[in-house]
């Protein structure tokens, strides 16, 4: 299984995968605690962090935990005809070509990342032999214990092929998708067992509650 993460666009009407270097690598160190015996290969992981200030916007569903939701004013931009003056004298609003009056501003609530950890990479030297799913808890345990990440995981899932889709992996963990339809392709591969995986392109989150579910039973879902 490979993933390779990329740079997220960040305008909120679109979500592009281009292939960028990952910033950090990291070595993560053996987790007490689980029942999964220490394995004498170990996955391949790469992972950066991602700071507020970098001012990410995610567009689609995603747990409040993980944004900031901000809202702004921002200056339409569309065509218009002609300026409308109010009573004052001032352009409070502009008279499109249709003939209707939009306001000069609008206000719109814009959905800010939080710091958190970004899955760069991962590959397994033998697949379903359990060093990615190890690889995953190791890092959600760093997470939680991260006073800034508190937490939080994300990853984009870009498959090379389709073959080496990792969205069912990822899904299995607990990771969701921001986009639904992408969660509802997602369930019923799980119902029907299909061997054959649609390559699904997005960004994925671990929500908070799954974070806590695969640390302390190892569930998988």
């Not at 960028?20 to 053996?30: F, G």
């Amino acid at each position: 299984m490979i993933n390779n993460i990329t740079g997220m666009d960040l305008r909120p009407q679109m979500s592009v995968a281009k292939a960028t270097p990952s910033v950090t690598s990291m070595s993560m160190p053996a987790i007490l605690g689980f029942k999964t015996p220490q394995l004498k290969e170990k996955a391949t992981i790469r992972v950066k962090k991602i700071k507020r200030g970098d001012n990410i916007v995610i567009p689609g569903e995603i747990d409040d935990d993980y944004v900031d939701i901000v809202e702004e004013e921002v200056e339409y931009r569309g065509k218009y005809s002609q300026y409308a003056q109010d009573s004052g004298g001032g352009v409070n609003f502009f008279k499109d070509t249709s003939g209707l009056f939009i306001p000069k501003t609008y206000k719109r609530k814009t959905k800010y990342l939080k710091n958190c950890y970004i899955i760069d990479y991962i590959q397994a030297a033998k697949p379903k032999c359990g060093q990615g799913t190890e690889a995953i808890k190791q890092l959600a345990e760093k997470a939680m214990f991260d006073s800034r990440a508190e937490g939080r995981i994300v990853t984009f899932s870009a498959p090379i092929m389709k073959e080496a889709s990792p969205a069912l992996f990822f899904y299995k963990l607990g990771f969701r998708f921001t986009e639904p339809k992408c969660n509802e392709v997602m369930e019923e591969c799980l119902r029907n067992n299909m061997p054959d995986i649609p390559p699904q392109v997005g960004m994925m989150y671990l929500p908070k509650i799954r974070l806590h579910k695969l640390l302390h039973y190892g569930e998988l879902f």
